[in-house]
């Protein structure tokens, strides 16, 4: 029997993705070592040459 897998890729940040991105959620218990992920791209305290990189399954940011 084949487990079920889901084949992930890495992703450089676009605007394409803002809307998903508004809507991630992350467990209470998460957050004391992450952030939401537009929290951290719209920080205007990080260098404007930052390359945001997401975790994108299915077409979906994951991570």
Known sequence: ???????????????????????????DDQLEFTSYPLKKIQDPFISPDTVHVMIVAEEKPVG
Not at 1 to 27: C, H, R
């Open 1 to 27: 029997m084949k487990p079920n897998s889901v084949s992930s890729t890495l992703v450089q940040y676009s605007d394409n993705f803002q809307q998903a991105l508004s809507n991630f959620e992350l467990p």
